[in-house]
């Protein structure tokens, strides 16, 4: 059993992660995934918990929340009519191929692979929200398939990779194909679960080496759970305050911080 003198800093950082990520949820609107496996990966190796594996923890314990929040994020959206379920359901099983793929490449490779994978693509996605426009456009339409499947599954393949949700490739994805914002917005809070579920029960079953206390499989439980608990505190505010103010500078100042963590996580990566 480890001693409490080992798990009180450990249920201390994540508390304040979980509600870190809660606000910037509901004041922004961006998945929780983005922020909290960076979170998790410098607040774990500050703890001692590094080594080989470290980002399969990140990245499994970071879908399990998805996991709890999509659903709920998902029912709060259909109450008002944004949610395409067709979409949904064409892309379900794509979307679950991918995730499986993705799970299965992510607990072969080192940790330092997924670090290089988070940080190109955080940053790419960080770039782009801070300085897409809402006018670009790839078509009128979504593609018909087999191009919609493939998109999909890619999708979902490298949000499985980074331990995020479908929402921040989906949403700019079926923005540049004429897809209205909120309709984005709410029909990729739905990919969500469809990435995690597969993803997470894939992980369980994956062995960890010098693990944080409590992980079973890849994934933490006391991380897990404090943070549910936090984010499910704390987004309420985020949307009380997204009511107060303008976001969008806040959006953009968000974008440049991601931007930056992806940043630091490739110098790590290359030891500068």
């Known amino acids: 059993m480890p001693e409490l003198a080992q798990l009180l800093p450990m249920v201390a950082l994540l508390v304040v992660i979980g509600g870190i990520a809660g606000v910037v949820a509901g004041l922004?609107?961006?998945g929780g995934g983005i922020v909290l496996v960076p979170a998790f990966f410098y607040a774990f190796s500050s703890l001692g918990y590094g080594g080989p594996q470290l980002m399969q923890i990140c990245v499994?314990?970071?879908l399990a929340t998805i996991v709890v929040t999509s659903p709920r994020s998902v029912l709060s959206h259909h109450k008002k009519?944004?949610?395409?379920?067709?979409m949904l359901r064409d892309w379900g099983p794509y979307i679950v191929v991918g995730a499986l793929?993705?799970?299965l490449l992510a607990s072969q490779v080192k940790s330092v692979v997924l670090q290089v994978v988070f940080g190109v693509l955080a940053g790419l996605a960080g770039l782009y929200m801070a300085f897409g426009k809402s006018s670009w456009r790839l078509g009128a339409a979504l593609p018909?398939?087999?191009?919609r499947g493939g998109m999909a599954t890619v999708l979902a393949f490298f949000s499985a990779m980074m331990g995020i949700g479908g929402g921040t490739f989906g949403v700019p994805l079926m923005s540049l194909y004429s897809v209205p914002i909120h309709r984005a917005v709410a029909t990729a809070a739905g990919f969500g679960v469809l990435i995690a579920v597969p993803a997470v029960l894939g992980f369980l079953f994956l062995p960890i080496q010098n693990a944080p206390p409590y992980t079973l499989g890849a994934v933490n439980l006391p991380a897990f759970l404090v943070v549910i608990g936090s984010t499910m505190l704390t987004t309420p505010w985020g949307v009380k305050l997204a009511h107060a103010m303008d976001p969008k500078p806040l959006k953009r100042a968000f974008a440049i911080f991601i931007t930056l963590v992806?940043?630091?996580m490739l110098r790590k990566v290359v030891g500068w």
């Open 28 to 30: 922004l609107g961006v």
């Open 60 to 62: 499994a314990t970071s």
């Open 81 to 86: 009519g944004a949610v395409d379920w067709q």
């Open 101 to 103: 793929a993705g799970t």
């Open 144 to 147: 018909g398939q087999p191009a």
């Open 262 to 264: 992806a940043l630091n």
